[in-house]
């Protein structure tokens, strides 16, 4: 079993639904971090989280420490948002290193 | 904010050489990571570059095939050496400000093919 799971694996929606992603891992973590990676290859960091809920734009991330859980919100999601997303923990040792999930891949149909 | 750039974005090599894949920070990070992305798979750390002194590699990564330098608190370097096709990847560079930094930067990326 991996540190790190995501579900699901591939998500395919309309325009303008909600989208959620789950993460959950079973490792002690300093904080989890959700990042975002286009077709290039290059990866931008969304949120790194250790509690509680965090927003940006249309971007909700929350954590569950108790239940060792996250979740990524993309609400009235568009095609742009078309990516693979990343959870990753940032380990209790060392909590720079990261373990990362497979990943989510999101495809947005306008 | 910290902008990471890396060189090359993207390089095809022949089986045996070895290749040298740079990565610039435009501030100071504390640390310096490499990871490398196989085909179909997620990240996988290889390394941490250690100012001024020897990187520390993470389990099933040797110095020998993935040398690492860091001179200065803004730059690094990884060489793939003695390439063969089970190197083909993307090889990702990324720093950290901490402690109290909030996000991890990373760079865009080098798309590498071993023939």
């Known amino acids: 079993k991996n540190e790190v799971e995501q579900s699901p694996q591939n998500l395919t929606a309309q325009e303008g639904e909600f989208i959620t992603i789950n993460c959950s891992y079973s490792v002690g973590i300093s904080a989890l971090h959700w990042l975002q990676q286009h077709p290039g290859g290059g990866i931008v960091s969304l949120f790194m989280l250790s509690s509680g809920k965090k927003k940006h734009g249309r971007l909700i991330a929350t954590i569950n420490i108790q239940e060792k859980h996250s979740s990524l919100h993309i609400t009235a999601s568009h095609p742009r948002d078309s990516a693979v997303y990343i959870c990753?923990?940032?380990?209790?040792?060392?909590?720079?290193?990261?373990?990362f999930g497979q990943g989510t891949r999101l495809t947005i149909n306008p | 904010s910290a902008v990471i750039s890396q060189k090359p974005s993207r390089d095809i090599c022949q089986r045996g050489t070895s290749l040298t894949i740079q990565c610039q920070v435009d501030?100071?990070?504390?640390?310096m990571f490499w990871y490398r992305q196989q085909p179909g798979q997620s990240l996988t750390l290889i390394a941490t570059a250690n100012q001024g002194s020897e990187a520390t590699y993470e389990s099933g990564f040797v110095i020998d095939k993935f040398p690492i330098s860091r001179p200065n608190l803004t730059f690094s370097t990884l060489t793939v050496s003695n390439m063969s096709p089970e190197d083909s990847s993307i090889y990702l560079c990324?720093?950290?400000?901490?402690?109290?930094?909030?996000?991890?930067?990373f760079g865009p990326g080098t798309r590498l093919t071993v023939l």
């Open positions: 990753a923990a940032g380990l209790l040792q060392g909590a720079q290193k990261l373990v």
């Open positions: 501030s100071q990070v504390t640390m």
């Open positions: 990324s720093g950290y400000k901490g402690p109290f930094a909030d996000t991890q930067y």
